[in-house]
């Protein structure tokens, strides 16, 4: 399953989209700007790393830079999502605001009250009509901050989302190692067929697409943060051949290890 990495500019990027019930976003995706995800009406739910989310009107998600996500659909919604770079907020900002600002960002998911929800879309509406009207941006962080009640509304409810959680944790836990369905057959208690059911249901994809997801994403923060060869970082996130490595990193981001360490401005293979 192919992910998607979206740049932004260097400057704040707001859109607004509704979607029926049947929508849900093809692909898993990440940038490196902070998103904050408005839900304005209905409900979606939302796979963020190794978390499923459901969030409903006044919910509120903060993504921070280079984490995997994508909204999964659920029910009739419309969302509102804000992208902006660090680099946006050093322009305005001291290093000190900058770290009190983003502090919203260590928790993924706050349910605001309606009042702070509507104050926090007006400032984002007038934010979109003059950008540089950058203190209300930190109006809009402070208020998630203050007034968002942070939440880890899993969908544990049910039985079978529980054991999608419990999957993608697993994964993210040890991506870098062998795992395999008989093993996780085992340890969850049911059959294998019924995991792999489950899970596509739950987020759209197979085990295997996310295991893979995950090994890439990690690939891709070693690609980009160090100058290890391609063979070690393929070693380092579990793949005993660099062939496979390359072909399935290929098929993920859509170009090779080394394309994409020269698109990030390295040029070290």
Not at 160 to 172: F, L, P
Not at 177 to 203: N, P, Y
Not at 226 to 244: F, H, R
Request: charged share 25%.
């Amino acid at each position: 399953m192919k992910s998607e990495y979206t740049e932004f500019e260097e400057q704040i990027h707001i859109d607004t989209f509704r979607h029926g019930a049947s929508w849900r976003m093809q692909h898993m995706h990440y940038h490196s700007s902070y998103e904050i995800l408005l839900i304005d009406d209905g409900g979606f739910n939302v796979l963020i790393d190794d978390r499923i989310y459901t969030g409903y009107k006044y919910d509120i998600f903060t993504i921070s830079p280079y984490m995997a996500h994508k909204n999964n659909g659920g029910m009739d919604h419309q969302r509102t999502a804000v992208n902006f770079p660090a680099e946006y907020l050093k322009k305005y900002f001291t290093p000190c605001a900058i770290s009190r600002l983003l502090k919203c960002f260590s928790s993924e998911m706050h349910t605001l009250t309606e009042d702070d929800f509507c104050f926090v879309a007006s400032e984002l509406a007038r934010l979109g009509k003059d950008p540089d009207e950058f203190y209300r941006l930190a109006n809009v962080l402070e208020r998630i901050e203050s007034s968002g009640e942070p939440q880890s509304r899993l969908k544990a409810n049910n039985g079978n989302s529980k054991y999608s959680n419990e999957i993608t944790e697993y994964i993210n836990r040890r991506y870098n190692q062998s795992i395999t369905l008989a093993e996780l057959s085992d340890r969850l208690c049911a059959s294998k067929e019924h995991l792999c059911r489950v899970f596509r249901a739950e987020t759209g994809m197979t085990i295997g697409d996310y295991l893979s997801k995950v090994r890439i994403m990690h690939a891709c923060d070693l690609l980009r943060t160090t100058d290890s060869k391609i063979t070690e970082i393929a070693m380092a996130v579990g793949y005993e051949s660099l062939g496979y490595f390359n072909r399935v990193f290929k098929e993920e981001m859509g170009m090779t290890p080394s394309g994409f360490r020269r698109s990030d401005g390295k040029s070290h293979d």
